[in-house]
């Protein structure tokens, strides 16, 4: 740290802790909970990597990862041509994050599942590694994402990066590491570099555009890269988190007295954050399940949602800007990533309709009169009592043409803590999602073929049912 520098330094090098976790974890140091906690994100995350293809998107982002990449022995889930391994990780990452019903970390704000699922996927097909490898490289990188997200506590979106585009950078590294064998030195090493490549910058909330999507996949292709040019020597920045100009003064400026530098290995190894994460039940922004939940509530209620004059919405404060703001943009989405962030109308499509799915932000719906009329009606606040980030709280009024009032509050969000989904909803999810783009046959197989996968099972095994 330099003079001016507000952070306060963690009591020892935290690239290094990270590289002694991953250069010693392996499978059977791992807690049952933890395997079949990963077992069941892995499956929600290649479920949302085939649905993607469905979607616009989907067709011109591969393209230009085509057209930028190599043939190679990597799948990319939901098929076509085989891909170098760092060139499907970008793929993947793309796919899987595409439809952001993926994954998050509450407290971390970070989807981790994206951040270190396409780079343990890759190297551990093309490297012929088992299934037990691979469980272990995935914890690995889950750890080293929400620890590092969590570690800010909200800062990375507060100075306008997306966490998961700044993070995957670095759990990749680790995860490509583990996989490839590197040293602590080399891990070390691996993360100073990814350092110098880590971004994402959310002006994609502006218009709508893309970019989102590809963060943790460009992660995935650095974190590979980095690991790779460590292991053949390149000589890597040993503190890229605490270190003069590194992440946290870099990213936090103003804020880095705000980081909990030691928070990323205290007890690592010993608490597993990634039991925290929560498995999405609805396509949009994390921070607007809460108002969802509290909507379907009032739904059940209200029925007729022409019986609406006006609705408010309370949320968490520091989510206004991203899911609220600016108003005349949210409650008029241009597209379906606009819609996502749009807590406007995603409450207002929960009211009219009494669900909202992946067909929810089809075109058709986003230029429906009534849900646009709806959705212009719709005030929204920041929440007085809420528990975020720990947990994605919301609160939804409406009041009707008659002047009765009814209010829902949801404190803590389906997914979360002790509402946390269960195996039956998780694999239900997978059926949808994959659904979309399988026949039930394949969608069966490919399920049934990772809930009963060993250790010893082939990665290739596995992956070969995705192309």
Request: charged share 20%; proline share 5%; hydrophobic share 45%.
């Amino acid at each position: 740290m330099h003079a001016t520098s507000n952070l306060r330094a963690p009591s020892s090098s935290l690239a290094l802790g990270l590289a002694r976790f991953a250069r010693g974890l392996t499978l059977e140091s791992l807690p049952a909970a933890v395997r079949e906690k990963s077992l069941l994100h892995i499956i929600d995350a290649i479920g949302l990597g085939l649905a993607a293809h469905q979607f616009d998107f989907a067709g011109p982002g591969l393209a230009g990862i085509r057209a930028a990449g190599a043939p190679g022995d990597a799948t990319v889930i939901g098929g076509g041509p085989a891909l170098q391994a760092r060139d499907a990780a970008m793929a993947n990452g793309y796919l899987m994050h595409g439809l952001d019903f993926d994954d998050t970390h509450p407290g971390a704000i970070v989807h981790p599942s994206v951040a270190c699922l396409p780079a343990a996927l890759a190297l551990a097909e093309t490297r012929d590694l088992r299934w037990g490898e691979l469980l272990s490289a995935y914890a690995i990188g889950m750890e080293a994402a929400i620890r590092l997200g969590r570690s800010v506590k909200g800062g990375f979106h507060q100075g306008g990066y997306h966490a998961t585009g700044v993070v995957s950078h670095f759990s990749s590294a680790l995860v490509a590491g583990k996989l490839l064998g590197l040293t602590e030195e080399q891990l070390v090493a691996a993360q100073g570099i990814a350092a110098s490549t880590a971004s994402g910058v959310q002006v994609f909330l502006e218009d709508g555009a893309w970019t989102k999507r590809l963060h943790p996949g460009w992660g995935a292709f650095a974190g590979i890269t980095g690991a790779q040019m460590a292991q053949a020597g390149f000589f890597g920045p040993r503190r890229p988190y605490e270190g003069q100009f590194g992440l946290y003064e870099t990213h936090m400026q103003a804020r880095a007295d705000q980081v909990d530098a030691d928070s990323v290995i205290s007890a690592l190894g010993h608490e597993w954050t990634l039991l925290e994460t929560s498995i999405k039940p609805y396509p949009v922004c994390h921070f607007i399940h809460g108002c969802a939940e509290a909507a379907l509530r009032l739904q059940a209620t209200i029925q007729d949602a022409g019986r609406i004059r006006s609705v408010a919405c309370e949320l968490p404060a520091p989510t206004l800007p991203i899911v609220a703001e600016p108003a005349h943009i949210k409650t008029r989405p241009r597209s379906d990533y606009d819609a996502k962030f749009s807590v406007q109308f995603v409450v207002a499509a929960c009211l009219a309709l009494g669900r909202f799915t992946l067909q929810e932000l089809a075109p058709a719906r986003l230029s429906d009169p009534a849900l646009l009329s709806l959705a212009g009606r719709t005030t929204c606040r920041a929440q007085e009592a809420t528990a975020f980030p720990k947990y994605f709280s919301g609160a939804v009024t409406v009041t009707l043409h008659d002047g009765t009032q009814l209010r829902e509050e949801v404190p803590i969000n389906l997914g979360s803590g002790e509402r946390a989904l269960r195996q039956t909803d998780i694999v239900d999810k997978f059926r949808a999602n994959a659904g979309l783009t399988l026949p039930d046959v394949r969608t069966t197989l490919i399920l049934d073929a990772f809930l009963s996968a060993e250790p010893s099972t082939p990665v290739r095994d596995l992956t070969k049912l995705l192309a």
